[in-house]
């Protein structure tokens, strides 16, 4: 039981590349999201969902697009990297019902854009 | 996204002392409230999950308490020791989003 994997730990981009950080869990959870953490701010939804094809913004989406195309799976897509989307990222799932289930976080990447 | 926060944002203890913090959101309409540990290098795993009004959880050293009325709840930690150092993150949902507190951190020195 692998429970919440990401990929890949770290990655440099450069303003303006393109790039897919990967989650994947094997808990068959419901309830899927990524957060980023800065220095001082605790961590921030970017994107959730609630089931496979269910996707809702979170705090601060903006630059970012998800997919929920099964249980499983949960990429989030950067589509022009920006200096201010350097960062730590966290996914996380829970079994059904976010509100109250615990959630449960990948190991995180770490994205420097230059 | 709701107002949540989390005081002091850090402390120092020493070994065998106790402590406790604080964190605070909006008390109507409250859900429930989460309390996550975070260790260097690592990532948040799950302390409590609170719902009732007065409840309280423990586990090993680590207790929480829960106020809705008024909107707080506080972590205490008995007898810290140097592996509870760490980052405590406290949570609340909004429907299905989860608001972080920044968190406090917490430094054990022996």
Known sequence: NAGVTQTPKFQVLKTGQ???LQCAQDMNHEYMSWYRQDPGMGLRLIHYS??????DQGEVPNGYNVSRSTTEDFPLRLLSAAPSQTSVYFCAS???DSRTDTQYFGPGTRLTVL | ILN???SPQSLHVQEGDSTNFTCSFPSSNFYALHWYRWETAKSPEALFVMTLNG???????????LNTKEGYSYLYIK????????????AVPNDYKLSFGAGTTVTVRA
């Open chain 2, 55 to 65: 409840d309280e959880k423990k586990k090993g050293r680590i207790s929480a308490t």
């Open chain 2, 4 to 6: 949540v926060e989390q």
């Open chain 2, 79 to 90: 007898g810290s020791q140097p592996e509870d150092s760490a980052t405590y993150l406290c």
């Open chain 1, 94 to 96: 829970s079994s059904r």
């Open chain 1, 50 to 55: 609630v089931g496979a094809g269910i996707t």
């Open chain 1, 18 to 20: 393109s790039m897919t």
